[in-house]
Structure formats: C-alpha cells, structure tokens
C-alpha cells in the first residue's frame, strides 16, 4: 500500500495556460458533395433604362417655345390667307363671335393637319429646323416613322385636354411633355 498523504500536504500545482487552449486542433470535414461550397448570390448590376434612371438631355424650354411660335406664326398666315380667301370669294361676314369661334377651329384643324404631315412624314418642321431641335427615342436613336406618328396622335391628346399635356413640361424632371412620356421621344439639341 502506497503511504498516506499528509494532511498538511498542499494540492497539486495549478496548470499554468488554460486546458482548452491545450485541445488539438480539430479540421472540419469536408463538406458534402465532394467540396461544393455555396457561395453568396451575387446580384446582376440593375440596367439603368434611359428617360427613368439616366436623365435625358432635352432641349431647353425655351428653344421649344421659339419652335412652337415659329410653326404656330405659319399656321397663323395660313389661317388669315385662308380666311381673306374665303371672305372674298363668298362676301359673307358672320357676327364677330362666330368669326372667333371660327378662327378657332380652323387654327386647331389646320395644326393638327400640319402637325401630322410634316412631323409623321418629313421628321420635322420649319420650326424644329429654325431651333435646331431633332426628334429622338430615349435610347438615343432617331425616331421611325410609325413612332412620329404616335408621338403627333398623343401631342393631340395633350392638346384637347386644355393643354395640360403641355404644361406637364413645368412639372416633370426632365421637363418632358405627356405625349414624350407617351411614346419615349423628346426634343433634343442637334448634334
């Protein structure tokens, strides 16, 4: 038999570093499927589209007015022309009211006639010409023929609506129109 402690004998020594700093290093497994790890799905880049998350380089406001006032000084001639014309061939004159409303009417026909034939089927006008403004898509490509001819059909949609599709150029950020919101085209600068 081993002999008896002593009972004023101290305990053992206390280790100096902790025990789990004693433990072997463990590897992890491999993980299942022969090491195919799952890494973070990474997100496509978001294609920024033109006209919503890239601003468009329109034309100033002010260069579109001189174009409107332009073609709206032609249209205005033609009216009178075609007015005197009348007048003299007929030698009828209405009350003063009714030639107003008459006016009127044909103003808004001929703009609309001019509108239409010279932008579906020339791509301009004289007075898109004098302010050298060109009509383009939002991407930056010239505008067809079947898109001008949307564009002039909503451009009526902002005028018979009291003008409001017009004046929407105050409000919007990129001081578009609704019939350029309508069809992705605007006005821009030449060259």
Known sequence: MPPAPALDELAEPVITQPRILEAPEVVPAAPALGGIMIDPMQRPEVEKRPGIDIPLQAAPVGRRVLSALFDDGIIAVACALFGYIFWKLTAIRPPRLQIVEIAGGLAGVFWAGYQYLLVVYAGTTPGLRLARLELTR??????????????????????????????????????????????????????
């Open 138 to 191: 939002f991407d930056g490509s010239p505008a067809g023929r079947r898109l001008r001819r949307w564009r002039v059909l909503a451009s009526f949609l902002s005028a018979i609506s009291l003008g409001m599709g017009y004046a929407w150029v105050f409000l919007d950020e990129d001081s578009l129109c609704w019939h350029d919101r309508i069809t992705h085209t605007y006005l821009a600068p030449k060259g």
